[in-house]
């Protein structure tokens, strides 16, 4: 009866999580989606932590499962890696917070709790197997009139709400199942609950940003990426591009292409006189245009002292560096190399540990066959009427504080350049769409999207998708947009929960040991 009675509460707190997420949910159901588990957890105390843990385990994977089992298109190997990891490191911050209880109590417990999870969730946007897709500030992404504040606090500021309330929901729960007054605590939960949406709806009819404005064409190319994106020359691409802009109208204009458009790959050496780069100046100087595209890029040399970590050997001691990068062509060009890489697919996590050991096995998880390279700072691409655009390439749109830091550098347009067909007409790139939405809060930046397959868009800087092109469909955006230059608290100190909350951690765990210390001495 009593491992009914957990399967059931842990199969409930993981449904609740998962009918929450976006884009198909309803985000209401995060503010009571933990109580099962806490449930769970508080109520069988007797109860082994690695049973507990199991328990939680069983929370995660199911809204795992529910959230992300779209990656199955892509990869099934990475579906279920990304799951049952995911899963499992989640069932971890439980495990460390189960072991902490006796020690540190019920209220500090629960401070112990919610700090360790914000600090997961900034460890999880900074490892090798970086996976933030679930991140529980996520979760508002398609009701961006409840926290337009995040151009304070970021996500984490939702990840902070959500924790908050389950919490405090939790006591609401004890008290009614005490038969106990429980006004206070319901007071404490309505003042959590609507005081940051009432704060966010005075943000959100109140503010006003001065503009410049500028004309924008985003191109949605819907080529399919598994047969054709890959097998199409440059040259291919570049008639496209110039029948788009044979069209009176989408000419004076910055053009926006997708991720890796121009797949056949250049070599970076001979990249400033390659025919690609005289060709698309010939455009720009025809149409009277300036282009931003996603480009393949690769360097083969045999000079060991270049060689570093992202770097594939090849035989006859040769090495090659491969990179998905952005291109920005004007009167010059510039270039950026994507820096968050998708882990198996673009990377070797832990390669210099992982790859003497397992060779070539984990270079491939259903993905492509090499490593790619990146770059350590954030580019921005500066056009001829003085608009600086942050070249944001495919998953980096999901990094809060990484996406700040183009606007440090000096940014006042945000592009997303990316290839969301690898999951089909699934959740996935809808999800990928909605996380945008975040960003542009987060800096108050506009964003223009190009998507290969979709869904193309114009966001807004308050995170309102005002103009889009539908998945597998091809077409263009002609759009005059704004770009500004307003510096946002969070750009400014980008995840600072994060910081206090590792404070406490801090704090929290030294309390935990001088208690164990004192304990042992008092027994000795």
Not at 204 to 217: A, F, L, R, W
Not at 377 to 397: G, L
Request: proline share 2%; aromatic share 18%.
């Amino acid at each position: 009866m009593k491992f009914r009675n957990h399967f059931f509460l842990s199969i409930f707190s993981g449904l609740l999580l998962g009918i929450s997420w976006p884009t198909y949910g309803l985000y209401f159901f995060i503010f009571i989606a933990f109580i099962p588990l806490i449930f769970l957890v508080d109520n069988y105390k007797k109860q082994n932590n690695l049973t507990l843990t199991l328990f939680s385990f069983i929370t995660f994977f199911t809204w795992n499962f529910i959230t992300t089992y779209w990656l199955y298109y892509a990869s099934l190997f990475g579906m279920l890696f990304a799951v049952i990891v995911n899963s499992a490191l989640m069932s971890f911050v439980v495990f460390i917070s189960l072991i902490s209880r006796k020690k540190l109590g019920d209220r500090l417990s629960v401070i112990f709790f919610i700090t360790l999870w914000i600090c997961f969730e900034k460890f999880h946007l900074n490892w090798d197997f970086s996976w933030p897709w679930l991140n529980l500030g996520n979760v508002f992404s398609e009701n961006t009139t409840i926290i337009q504040w995040y151009e304070y606090t970021g996500a984490f500021g939702g990840t902070l709400w959500v924790l908050c309330s389950n919490f405090t929901a939790y006591m609401c729960v004890k008290k009614i199942q005490a038969m106990k007054s429980f006004k206070s605590e319901i007071l404490t939960l309505t003042f959590i609950i609507f005081l940051p949406i009432f704060c966010s709806l005075l943000i959100y009819q109140n503010i006003t940003i001065e503009e410049s404005e500028i004309k924008i064409v985003v191109v949605q190319p819907n080529i399919d990426p598994y047969d054709e994106k890959f097998n199409r020359s440059n040259d291919q691409n570049l008639k496209y591009l110039e029948s788009i802009l044979s069209d009176e109208i989408n000419r004076n204009s910055i053009v926006i292409l997708p991720e890796t458009y121009f797949s056949d790959g250049s070599l970076l050496s001979s990249l400033s006189y390659s025919n690609l780069i005289r060709k698309l100046k010939q455009i720009n100087k025809i149409y009277d245009t300036e282009i931003l595209t996603g480009i393949e890029l690769y360097q083969v040399f045999d000079d060991s002292s270049k060689v570093q970590s992202f770097s594939n050997k090849l035989e006859n001691n040769r090495w090659l560096d491969l990179f998905n990068a952005a291109l920005f062509v004007s009167d010059d060009f510039e270039i950026y190399k994507k820096s968050k890489l998708v882990v198996g697919i673009e990377k070797m996590p832990y390669k210099n540990l992982l790859e003497p050991i397992l060779g070539s096995l984990l270079i491939d998880f259903g993905g492509l066959s090499y490593s790619r390279g990146y770059q350590y700072d954030r580019s921005v691409f500066n056009t001829k009427k003085d608009i600086k655009i942050a070249p944001i390439i495919c998953y980096e749109s999901v990094y809060g504080e990484y996406v700040g830091e183009y606007v440090k550098n000096g940014a006042n347009l945000l592009a997303i350049i990316t290839n969301d067909g690898w999951w089909d007409n699934t959740q996935g790139h809808k999800q990928h769409l909605s996380y945008a939405k975040l960003r542009s809060i987060e800096t108050r930046k506009n964003t223009v999207r190009s998507a290969n397959t979709g869904i193309s868009s114009i966001i807004n800087y308050k995170g309102e998708v005002i103009k889009t092109i539908s998945y597998e469909e091809e077409g263009l955006i002609n759009q005059r947009i704004g770009s500004n230059n307003k510096i946002t608290f969070y750009t400014i100190y980008g995840d600072f929960i994060y910081r206090i909350s590792l404070f406490f951690i801090i704090i929290l765990t030294a309390f935990f040991f001088s208690k164990v210390l004192t304990q042992k001495n008092n027994f000795c």
